[in-house]
C-alpha cells in the first residue's frame, strides 16, 4: 500500500506543478481561464488526492492502534510524522475551500465566485498547508523509489516546488488585487 501511495503522491506533485502554474498565469491573466485539458487534469488530481488521503488515514489509524496498544507515544521523536499528517489533513480541508471557490456557479455563462478576503486567507493557508506537507514528505518519498544519494536532489526538488508554489500564492494575491481593486 505504501508503494501504491508512493506512485500516488508522485503523480499528484506533477500535476500540482502543472495545475499551480496554469492556474497561476490563469489568475494574473496571461491565460484565458476554462481549458479543458487542465479542467481534466485537475479533476485526475482531485481523485488521486481523495485516494492518497484514503491510504494516509489508514496508515494514521494503524498508527494511532500500534501506540494504543503499547501504551507508549514517542511524542516527540514523532513530531515529524504528526506534522505531515496534519499538514495533509490541512492541505485537504484548504482543497475543498478551493475546489469551492473556482469551481463557478453553473448556467448558462460560466460565472467566478466572489475572491475576497477570506477566499484569499483560505488560498494562502492551502499553499502553505501543501508546502509543509510535500516540504516534509519529500526525503521518504525519495527513498521510497530507492533513490540512492538523494540528498543531492532534495534541495533541488525542494527549491523547485518552493519557486512553484511561491508562484501560485502570489498568483492568489494578484488575482484578489485584481478582483477588488482593478474591476472594482
Not at 518519498?141 to 500564492?169: C, E, P
Request: hydrophobic share 60%.
Amino acid at each position: 500500500m505504501r508503494k501504491v501511495n508512493a506512485v500516488i503522491s508522485i503523480t499528484v506533485i506533477v500535476l500540482l506543478v502543472v495545475h499551480a502554474v496554469a492556474g497561476g498565469f490563469q489568475l494574473i491573466g496571461v491565460f484565458p481561464g476554462g481549458n479543458r485539458v487542465l479542467t481534466v487534469l485537475a479533476r485526475i488530481m482531485a481523485v488521486l488526492i481523495l485516494a492518497h488521503a484514503a491510504i494516509g488515514i489508514k496508515l494514521t489509524l494503524d498508527t494511532v492502534k500500534a501506540i494504543r496498544k503499547s501504551g507508549v507515544s514517542y511524542g516527540r521523536e514523532n513530531r515529524i510524522f504528526w506534522a505531515r499528517r496534519i499538514s495533509g489533513f490541512a492541505a485537504m480541508l484548504f482543497v475543498f475551500c478551493h475546489i469551492s471557490i473556482f469551481l463557478g456557479v453553473p448556467g448558462e455563462v460560466y460565472r467566478l465566485n466572489v475572491f475576497e478576503g477570506v477566499q484569499l486567507a483560505t488560498q494562502l493557508l492551502m499553499v502553505l498547508s501543501i508546502a509543509v506537507h510535500v516540504l516534509t514528505n519529500i526525503k521518504p518519498l525519495l527513498i521510497s523509489f530507492g533513490i540512492k544519494g538523494f540528498r543531492i536532489y532534495v534541495k533541488d526538488v525542494l527549491f523547485v516546488l518552493a519557486i512553484i508554489l511561491w508562484f501560485g500564492g502570489m498568483a492568489m494575491v494578484i488575482y484578489y488585487l485584481r478582483w477588488n481593486v482593478f474591476w472594482r
